[in-house]
């Protein structure tokens, strides 16, 4: 099986030096035969599409796609930072948009961080379902609506449903597309609290950076650790959109696996073949709940920190909450003795 994955991953890197194809898939095809990859890419430029039974076929070029395309391209240019095009993303639906609920806590952090409510402007806020558009249309000024080709995605996510699964490849795929149109992006969760701007840690030669379930050793460069795709910067370029669109493709292997692990399986062998500079950042600045290992925060480092390994969307809110009040209590103690230490 290694040896398959292996093979196919080396072919799907090869087959597109030439060109970047987009391939539009409105379903994980439940019967996968590893032969059609190969065949979609050597047909080219048209757009192709897996059909649910798992062929593939060519579709002339989708005209509401390239008007899709404008819309977020205006919306990126909007939201882009002016020296690097970089935009920061977060992808929510109705159950996390609710009142009191998981996007009211992130963007109140970016309002009790440092320096972090000037980032709003960069905030470009995707939403899959109508009653998150709405809600997002009176809050923020930036919000895209994600086609999720009629999918119902409105509830509170089961951790492995095949919506769910579903939903978190359709967040890849538009990962890519937004590299594809040339932006650099930093998506986030929002069941992320933001305490300061995370791309203080990204390394400037970093190709992409992500934080991890667990930082295990010292060694930054090593990427034998738990990849947490929830907080991830990505730098626009070739590399990195073909990073994505393989990893997209990988899905097909690993049938019903969930975006992230897959991540995990390829990961090695798409940065040595791609030449895409990955890092993962140590869980001190970008905490998580899943570090058992750090049970103390260390407020003058995290940038931010993230609900994750918390099941339920009432526990995660009541986490996340606490942790916002550790940090006021934290911003409070050090305005009153007087340190610089909260300048960045
Ligand atoms: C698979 O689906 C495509 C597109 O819907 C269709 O053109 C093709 O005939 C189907 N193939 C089979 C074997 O059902
Ligand atoms: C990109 O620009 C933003 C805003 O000016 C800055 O915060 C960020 O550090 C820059 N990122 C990189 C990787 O240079
Ligand atoms: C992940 O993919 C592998 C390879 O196809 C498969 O054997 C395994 O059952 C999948 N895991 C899940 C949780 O579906
Ligand atoms: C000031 O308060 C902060 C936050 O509690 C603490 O980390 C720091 O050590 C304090 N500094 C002094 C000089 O007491």
């Known amino acids: 099986m290694i040896k398959v994955v292996t093979n196919l991953l080396r072919f799907l890197v090869i087959s597109s030096i030439s060109s970047v194809i987009l391939v539009v898939v409105h379903r994980s095809p439940c019967s996968y035969h590893p032969n059609n990859l190969p065949a979609a890419h050597k047909e ?7 059909s649910s039974n798992g062929t593939t076929h060519q579709v002339a070029a ?30 929510t639906n109705e159950a996390w948009t609710a009142p009191g609920s998981l996007t009211d806590r992130f963007l109140e952090s970016f309002r009790t961080g440092v320096k972090t409510e000037a980032l709003l402007k960069h905030l470009l806020i995707v939403t899959v379902d109508a009653k998150a558009r709405e809600r997002c249309a009176r809050a923020h000024p930036l919000c895209y609506a994600l086609d999720v080709g009629g999918a119902d995605f409105t509830s509170e996510q089961r951790y492995m449903a095949e919506d769910y699964l579903d939903m978190m490849w ?16 930093l998506l986030t969760d929002v069941d992320i609290v933001w305490f300061r701007n995370p791309l203080l840690r990204v390394p400037v030669a970093a190709d992409m950076a992500m934080a991890c379930d667990r930082f295990r050793g010292d060694n930054p460069y090593d990427l034998d650790k738990g990849a947490n795709a929830g ?112 300048t960045y």
Not at 44 to 50: D, G, M, N, S, T
Not at 177 to 185: D, K, P, Q, T
């Open 170 to 185: 359709r967040r890849v795929r538009f990962q890519g597309r937004v590299l594809e149109l040339g932006y650099s992006f």
């Open 231 to 342: 907080l991830v910067y990505a730098r626009a370029s070739a590399r990195t959109a073909e990073f994505y669109r393989v990893w997209y493709e990988a899905r097909t292997l690993f049938p019903g696996n969930k975006t992230q692990d897959v991540f995990e399986k390829v990961k090695h062998q798409l940065t040595a073949r791609l030449g895409v500079t990955l890092q993962f950042v140590d869980t001190a600045y970008f905490g998580t709940f899943c570090d058992r290992q750090r049970k103390e925060k260390d407020f003058n480092k995290l940038c931010t920190f993230h609900a994750n390994c918390i099941l339920g969307l009432k526990n995660k809110v009541h986490k996340l909450r606490a942790v916002l009040n550790e940090w006021n209590q934290f911003k409070a103690a050090a305005s009153n003795n007087g340190t610089t230490l909260i």
């Open 62 to 91: 989708a005209s509401s796609s390239d008007s899709d395309d404008d819309k977020l391209s205006e919306l990126l240019r909007r939201a882009a930072t002016e020296d690097n095009k970089t935009v920061i993303m977060a992808i």
């Open 44 to 50: 080219e430029p048209a757009q192709l599409v897996a």
